[in-house]
T-cell receptor, first 114, second 114 residues
Framework: EAGVAQSPRYKIIEKRQSVAFWCNPI?????LYWYQQILGQGPKLLIQ????????DSQLPKDRFSAERLKGVDSTLKIQPAKLEDSAVYLC????????????FGQGTRLTVV | KQEVTQIPAALSVPEGENLVLNCSFT??????LQWFRQDPGKGLTSLLL?????REQTSGRLNASLDKSSGRSTLYIAASQPGDSATYLC?????????????FGSGTRLSIRP
């Protein structure tokens, strides 16, 4: 079974530029999460999708961050414009909706804003 | 509001020792609890998932316990090896829904000395 795929692995941009990350969850997983992990901290949820609907985006900085999951499969997370404090690892995870809802994570995208 | 705490933030032990990592959570109403391992620059690898109705789970040299009433979980690592060096993260899915978001602790950075 293929895992959660994320791209790119690394990205360096200047502040005020825009950037987009892509995630392909495990096939059949209805729930998809985007987490932000700042160095030395635990991951913080940015947004959670159930199929193509948003379940929780309470911690998403909506003035600059946006995410979509149009067909209930792949998802993209965008930052526009980026700030220095957005430097972090962006993790995508997926899980099934019922029963054993073990979450599986991708390798993450390490973003550096200079 | 559910909060997850992991103490200590860092731990160093000599190879071969048995060790325990601690996780505490403020609200005993949880759906499940998951332990992850994170190597530097990498994503999260799921180690063990404990459902709300379970007391413990075992996988190889790892054993995780759950005591909901006291809001605690422990991850026991037997006969530690240098390859066990990593950051260990505890994550709680709060409430009674399989679709609730996952909340992470800040992790314990484990170093096993040869």
């Amino acid at each position: 079974e293929a895992g959660v795929a994320q791209s790119p692995r690394y990205k360096i941009i200047e502040k005020r530029q825009s950037v987009a990350f892509w995630c392909n969850p495990i096939s059949g997983h209805a729930t998809l999460y985007w987490y932000q992990q700042i160095l030395g901290q635990g991951p913080k949820l940015l947004i959670q999708f159930q199929n193509n609907g948003v379940v929780d985006d309470s911690q998403l900085p909506k003035d600059r961050f946006s995410a979509e999951r149009l067909k209930g499969v792949d998802s993209t997370l965008k930052i526009q414009p980026a700030k220095l404090e957005d430097s972090a690892v962006y993790l995508c995870a997926s899980s099934v909706l019922q029963g054993n809802t073990e979450a599986f994570f991708g390798q993450g995208t390490r973003l550096t804003v200079v | 509001k559910q909060e997850v705490t992991q103490i200590p933030a860092a731990l160093s032990v000599p190879e071969g020792e048995n060790l325990v990592l601690n996780c505490s959570f403020t609200d005993s109403a949880i759906y499940n609890l998951q332990w992850f391992r994170q190597d530097p620059g990498k994503g999260l690898t799921s180690l063990l998932l404990i459902q709300s109705s379970q007391r413990e789970q075992t996988s190889g040299r790892l054993n995780a316990s759950l005591d909901k009433s006291s809001g605690r979980s422990t991850l026991y690592i037997a006969a530690s090896q240098p390859g066990d060096s990593a950051t260990y993260l505890c994550a709680v899915r709060p409430g009674y829904s399989s679709a609730s978001k996952i909340i992470f602790g800040s992790g314990t950075r484990l170093s096993i000395r040869p």
